[in-house]
């Protein structure tokens, strides 16, 4: 049993957000470690971004366009991206941020609106 295009692209998503949250923000909690090293090391973490987020985007277009799932990426991003903050770096979100990430999940919707 497959699943569907549509989840399979948001799943495939989601886990490359992950590898690529990793990769760009990572290394701020090893603030010590020669920048040299932090790139080759998110560069390395960005490879498997990569294997994850071509696939999602091949298999998506087949059922959404170019700019939806661009959207789609960036609402996943927002998304993984705060649980990251408040876990892994362990920096809080304020209301404004929550607010912020509110109106881009709202401008995001306009995309997938079909007037008519």
Excluded: D
Aim: proline fraction near 3%; charge should be positive; include cysteine.
């Amino acid at each position: 049993m497959s699943l569907p295009a549509s989840l399979t692209t948001i799943l495939l998503l989601l886990a490359s957000n992950v590898f690529m949250t990793f990769a760009w923000y990572g290394h701020l909690k090893f603030k010590a470690a020669p920048l040299a090293l932090v790139i080759l090391a998110s560069w390395g973490i960005a490879f498997f971004e990569y294997l994850l987020q071509v696939p999602a985007n091949r298999i998506g277009h087949s059922v959404y366009s170019a700019a939806q799932l661009k959207t789609i990426q960036e609402v996943i991003t927002l998304t993984v991206f705060a649980g990251f903050s408040v876990l892994y770096l362990k920096e809080s979100l304020g209301w404004n941020h929550l607010a912020g990430f509110a109106l881009i999940a709202c401008g995001a919707g306009l995309v997938f609106y079909r007037p008519g």
